[in-house]
């Protein structure tokens, strides 16, 4: 059976699978012509170089992330778009490092930015307080994934587990022993719920902030 011809989508594409498998790191012109069955001299008629590759692999990523609809409301709209990053970035941990750190964004990338941007200045924020809570939204879900895809669980170790295994440990510290004792051990806790409760507080401080400078929410 013939292959398809390839194209740039189709190298992007085998370049997110590569770096699915064996990170960032793993992704090189040879390591993607060897995902796609080709040399890799021949992706270079379909991407210019390893930048351009690492440039397509950010807008990969932005492309997965919902959009915000312009005309759409503001707090609705940032809630949807957090959301969905969390849940691509986490299922591509890769991209934490990638998405913000392009010289040379992509269409994808732009066209994300300016509907954040967008929707947020339809709503009535101003330019700043639009800069403002395009970067602590973005801050509390880049750093919330990079914890969560981090945590020192083992596969199938719930936080209880996890918890007696540490031992003595806490007998010291009396309020992180508090903390653990009354939010953590019997409560089947998972540090992923804690997501929704983080990003509701940055968005009520941002409607208050917004009402403040406007008059409105």
Request: proline residues 5%; aromatic residues 8%; negative net charge.
């Amino acid at each position: 059976m013939s292959r398809p011809p390839l194209s740039p989508e189709r190298v992007v594409d085998a370049a997110s699978r590569v770096a699915d498998a064996a990170g960032l790191a793993g992704v090189s012109m040879r390591s993607v012509g060897r995902e796609l069955g080709v040399e890799a001299m021949s992706l270079y008629h379909h991407v210019a170089s390893k930048d351009a590759l690492l440039d397509g692999l950010a807008d990969w990523v932005f492309a997965r992330v919902a959009t915000p609809v312009k005309d759409g409301p503001w707090r609705a709209e940032m809630e949807a778009r957090a959301r969905s990053a969390r849940s691509v970035l986490a299922a591509h941990p890769w991209g934490l490092g990638l998405i913000e750190s392009r010289r040379s964004p992509g269409p994808a990338t732009l066209g994300h930015h300016d509907a954040v941007i967008g929707c947020l200045r339809a709503s009535g924020f101003s330019v700043a307080l639009a800069a403002h809570a395009f970067s602590v939204l973005d801050a509390y879900v880049f750093g919330f994934v990079l914890t969560e895809v981090n945590l020192p669980f083992q596969p199938g170790e719930s936080a209880d587990d996890f918890v007696d295994g540490l031992g003595d440990a806490l007998a010291d510290h009396p309020h992180l022993a508090e903390m653990v004792a009354t939010q953590v051990v019997g409560r089947d806790y998972a540090y992923g719920n804690e997501f929704d409760y983080g990003l509701a507080l940055i968005l009520d401080g941002l409607e208050a902030r917004f009402g403040e400078l406007t008059g409105r929410s």
